[in-house]
C-alpha cells in the first residue's frame, strides 16, 4: 500500500473516530437536549413507536434512566440492566474514542490491533443490541 492511500485510510479512521466520540457525548447529554426540544415543541419528543402501536418501545426509558443516572451512587445494581449495559459501554466509548484520536495525531500512523479490537467490539455491542430488540418484541 502506497503512502497516500494509508494517508487516506488514517485520515478516514480519525473522521470515524471523531464521529463516534461526539455520538457518545450525544448519548450522555440526550436527556437535556430532549428536554430542550420538548420545551420548544413536544411533538418532536414523543415516540412514534408508541404512538402508532400504543406499545413502548425497546428504547422507553431510556432518556429517563441516564437522566437519573447519579442513583447507582447509592445503588450499584442500577448499572444491571440493558440501559446500565449501554452507558458503560458508552462511556468505554468516550475514554476509547479520546485515547484513539490523541494516539492517531500523536504517531501518524495506524495500529491494525486497535483497529481489529474496534471491529470486534462494535460488532459484539451491535449484536447484543439486536438480540436485546428481538427479545424486547417477541415478549411484548
Known amino acids: ?27 450522555i447529554l440526550f436527556p ?3 428536554k430542550l426540544l420538548n420545551f420548544i415543541s413536544p411533538i418532536i419528543t414523543k ?5 402508532i402501536t400504543g406499545k413502548p418501545c ?3 426509558g ?3 434512566y441516564i437522566s437519573e443516572l447519579y442513583k447507582v451512587f447509592t445503588d450499584i445494581t442500577y448499572l444491571f440492566c440493558f440501559f446500565g449495559f449501554v452507558v458503560i459501554f458508552v462511556l468505554f466509548e468516550l475514554i476509547f474514542r479520546i485515547l484513539n484520536i490523541i494516539d492517531l ?16 467490539i462494535h460488532s459484539i455491542a451491535f449484536i447484543a443490541f439486536l438480540m436485546y430488540e428481538l427479545i424486547f418484541i417477541i415478549c411484548n
Do not use: H, V, W
Request: hydrophobic share 45%.
Open 1 to 27: 500500500m502506497d503512502n497516500k492511500n494509508k494517508e487516506k485510510i488514517l485520515k478516514n479512521y480519525i473522521y470515524i473516530n471523531i464521529i463516534l466520540l461526539f455520538l457518545a457525548i450525544y448519548i
Open 58 to 60: 425497546p428504547l422507553c
Open 32 to 34: 437535556y437536549i430532549s
Open 47 to 51: 415516540c412514534p413507536y408508541l404512538e
Open 105 to 120: 495525531l500523536r504517531k501518524k500512523t495506524i495500529n491494525k490491533k486497535i483497529i481489529i479490537f474496534d471491529i470486534i
Open 62 to 64: 431510556g432518556t429517563r
